[in-house]
């Protein structure tokens, strides 16, 4: 009986895990026996594996082989484990000495000619290994310049089976991440697009500056989508945590653009109003995926026409707006997904989208309610700034675009309020001031004067404003009114 093990490893959710790939051959009738709670592209890693060794001039041996993914009560899906498994094969035979292998950590799809294909989820799955003390990994080249982003952790690209083999016997050397300069920034929608509206124009800066979730309201044409639509061009670029955390993201989805391995830019989602609610938070058979919710991680998630979703899946955003994560329960297994997002809600008057007093609208007031009703309260209660925009008249849009202020000048100001802010909010981890607890904002050192909260506990007290609410405010007024762009020395 001949044993050998290889190094690799899997996902949950976002969270890498590593696992031991073992193979025992024995005498007995040929076959190939999978446990360790394999999936079934996992199961049908046999077939792929046998044609990819013999394809690459190897021996494919006719003994009873069985595979063990260690530890064995994780569950197991894709198929990431094929090389791993073809390794941990052929070290079982005893023609392939695994000396070279020991704490390297091996990824990557098998195709039938034994060809090396790239996987999802790289990211996670080698910044796990590299929390355990593993310094090597062998990645298919497709996903060398991203394995290549977690420090430490040297990298080796292999686009064959048989070059891995020759790499194991010291008779080649394995190719290097590919030298993939950063992705220029290419032009973004730009503030100075939009014609008038300085009360949207206003909002859509506060709400960069602090972070604040915000919904506009106004007819068709006003610039409600314009301005959501230019919200990232005014967020600063993410910074390296950050940017990691994104990108595994968007590994884990299969949906990292080509050529751009890190994410710098904060991402932009938006969803057509009959997505169902497992694309918006994320769902799919077996272990769930992440939805436009945690794609949009450290971005904006915008909903145009908001009125038009589901009742269902606006209301699922309720509590991850909350938590900043978004819990989801299957037959297979919890996932948690990072989700601190932006949400921008954009939505017309009424059925007809007719201006308010518009003859020409044949809504009744009952209508009109009815439609905006269809956002609930509750999610409403979660939106920092709602902000009702007029109609564009003439002589706005036909001012010179070169008068109107730019992204770049507001994005300028912007990053200074929000360095500001995570100066100011170090101590609590927060980066900006819509993550601020509120009863951090209640304390004694950070309250506001008696005198200019008097109409905003007045309101509490009447119950026309909730608790959350009230703290909803108070994040505004830090951001807009508490003078942002001073030093934490110099506020309160």
């Known amino acids: ?3 050998a093990r290889v190094l690799c490893a899997a996902l949950e959710g976002v969270t890498g895990h590593l696992v031991r ?4 051959l024995a005498n007995g009738l040929p076959g190939v026996l999978v446990s360790g709670l394999p999936d079934a592209a996992l199961n049908e890693a046999r077939e792929r594996v046998r044609a990819a060794i013999t394809n690459s001039g190897e021996t494919w041996p006719q003994r009873r082989i069985t595979v063990n993914l260690d530890p064995a009560d994780l569950k197991k899906r894709g198929s990431g484990f094929d090389v791993a498994v073809a390794l941990a094969i052929l070290g079982g035979t005893g023609t392939l ?4 292998l020991d704490g390297v950590l091996v990824l990557g799809e098998l195709g039938l000619d034994g060809s090396v294909r790239p996987v999802r989820g790289v990211l996670p799955m080698v910044a796990a290994a590299a929390r355990h003390g593993v310094t090597e990994a062998i990645v298919p080249l497709g996903n060398a310049a991203e394995a290549a982003l977690v420090p430490g952790v040297r990298v080796h690209a292999a686009d064959t089976l048989n070059r891995v083999t020759g790499f194991v016997r010291g008779r080649n050397a394995l190719l290097d991440p590919p030298d993939v300069p950063p992705p220029a920034l290419g032009p973004e929608p730009d503030l100075a697009d939009v014609a008038g509206q300085e009360t949207g124009r206003l909002g859509i800066e506060v709400a960069a500056a602090g ?3 915000l919904a506009l309201f106004g007819p068709p044409g006003a610039g409600k989508t314009m301005l959501a639509q230019r919200l990232p061009s005014l967020l600063p670029l993410l910074d390296d945590a950050a940017a990691l955390e994104v990108t595994a993201l968007h590994s884990v989805a299969g949906v990292l653009p080509p050529g751009a391995p890190l994410i710098r830019r904060p991402p932009f989602q938006a969803p057509h109003h009959t997505a169902s609610v497992a694309s918006l938070v994320g769902g799919g058979s077996g272990l769930a995926r992440p939805g436009a919710l945690s794609l949009a991680h450290r971005g904006v998630l915008m909903l145009d026409e908001a009125p038009e979703f589901s009742r269902q899946a606006l209301d699922t955003l309720r509590q991850p707006l909350e938590d900043g994560i978004v819990t989801l329960g299957r037959t297979r297994g919890i996932v948690v997904y990072p989700a601190q997002v932006q949400l921008v809600l954009a939505a017309n ?6 201006p308010v007093g518009d003859v020409a609208c044949t809504c009744s007031p009952h209508a009109r309610r009815r439609y905006i009703g269809r956002i609930s309260g509750p999610l409403l209660d979660r939106i920092d700034i709602q902000l009702q925009l007029p ?3 003439a002589a706005h849009l036909f001012t010179d675009r070169a008068t109107r202020e730019p992204s770049r000048t507001v994005a300028q100001r912007v990053a200074a309020a929000r360095a500001v802010a995570a100066e100011r909010w170090s101590g609590l981890g927060a980066r900006c001031n819509a993550e601020v607890p509120g009863t951090v904002l209640r304390q004694r050192r950070w309250r506001l004067p008696d005198t200019d909260t008097a109409v905003l ?3 509490l007290d009447t119950g026309a404003l909730s608790a959350r609410g009230h703290d909803r405010v108070l994040r505004v007024a830090c951001t807009e009114l508490w003078g942002t762009y001073l030093s934490p020395g110099q506020v309160g």
């Open 457 to 459: 506990r007045h309101r």
């Open 349 to 354: 008057p009424c059925p007809c989208a007719r």
């Open 97 to 100: 000495p695994l000396v070279a």
């Open 1 to 3: 009986m001949s044993y």
């Open 21 to 24: 790939v073992e193979a025992v």
């Open 391 to 393: 109609q564009v008249r």
């Open 211 to 213: 972070g604040h979730h």
